[in-house]
């Protein structure tokens, strides 16, 4: 083999490689929800600042409002799971301001209150 096509083909190679790992990258990123302690932190934080005027937003807490359910009785409900709380984050209602919530956020939200389940 040629000293040329082993430059050729050690940079297809490469190429290959990055394509692969980049695409990983992507998938991980936008694929899956996020979960975990971190996520968990990072929607009990946004529920505090975008949520709480209405919804009682710490485990086992009385709300404020009588048609606001609590944080702690939506994760409660035997209907609440990821899926069914991202077509929520997506669907409008009429007791609710009409919030546009990016994906990332809509997830970490839904780490939170799935984190409030059986406590």
């Known amino acids: 083999m040629s000293h040329s096509v082993r430059i050729y083909l050690g940079l ?8 692969l790992f980049l695409l990983s990258v992507v998938h991980t990123a936008a694929g899956a929800p996020r979960s975990g302690p971190r996520a968990i932190a990072e929607g009990h934080r946004l529920a505090q600042a975008w949520c709480e ?11 404020f409002f009588d048609e606001a359910p609590s944080f702690q ?6 209907g609440t799971t990821a899926l069914s709380l991202k077509v929520f984050w997506r669907t409008s209602h009429r007791n609710m301001p009409n919030l546009v919530i990016p994906q990332e956020q809509a997830d970490v939200l839904s780490a939170y209150i799935l984190s409030l389940r059986d406590r």
């Open 53 to 63: 005027t209405c919804h009682a937003v710490e485990p086992h807490m009385a709300g």
């Open 73 to 78: 009785a939506i994760a409660d409900r035997s």
């Open 12 to 19: 297809a190679v490469l190429v290959a490689l990055s394509v």
